[in-house]
């Protein structure tokens, strides 16, 4: 019933189209140098949580004085392919800046990919975990509500989204179980790629050869957590 309500109301939308004298012009797509040429909105602190140049995150903090109970917060994940010459966390940053204005701070991580020294299986995963974790430390002095955590992540950093709120089911002796993850309420995997065993098998627009330094064929640690993660969403 659903499906056939939302095929009439789309269809209703293209019949009042079709009798409207003109339709509006259809605004141009915005390209990869529009995105980049825009002025790039600036985090309000950046803050380490390891050694590595790249084990940083960018806060973002909305004005005005907190809620009672602390800003509304979100774990934010950039993409690249899992590649850190793809993209760093400020292709996120209009994202981030467009949250802050609507009154929500945002942990925008940093993480090495697997094109990095430290980076691929389980470093990149190591540290998006530990990026993840050390938002406890911010969250009273920076009035961050944790307790309705929510996980952002677009491209590679979709799955990584997933994967971290999906990490409480890693297996014990796993490289990449730690204890106590930091809880996630819900996880939104913007053009993600959660099926890491399919991406590696068939063609996808970062290429297989990045899935298996991703993963190491580690799959039950990187995948299966994700996916059973997607079967109870």
Known sequence: MRLVT?????????????????????????????????????????????????????????????PASGYPTILMVHGGCWQSSVADRRIMNWAADDLRRRGMAVWNI???????????Y????????????????QAKPRHLD??????????????????????????????????GPIPIRAAISLAGLPDLELAARKPNGCGTEVVERLTNNQFADTSSAVNQRLSDS
Do not use: K
């Open 6 to 66: 939302a095929c009439i109301g789309i269809a209703s939308l293209a019949l009042a189209g079709a009798m409207s004298p003109a339709a509006p012009p259809t605004a141009p797509l915005l390209t990869w140098p529009d995105l980049l040429g825009r002025v790039r909105p600036q985090p309000d602190v950046t803050i380490a949580y390891g050694t590595d140049p790249l084990q940083i995150v960018d806060l973002w903090l909305p004005n005005g004085a907190a």
């Open 110 to 120: 940093e993480y090495r990919g697997v094109d990095r020294t430290g980076g691929g």
């Open 122 to 137: 389980p470093g990149t995963f190591l540290d998006v975990a530990a990026a993840a974790d050390a938002l406890r430390t």
């Open 146 to 179: 944790l307790h309705r955590l929510i996980a952002i992540g677009h491209s590679a950093g979709g799955h990584l989204a997933l994967w971290l709120a999906a990490r409480s089911r890693i297996a014990n002796d796993s490289p990449l179980h730690s204890e």
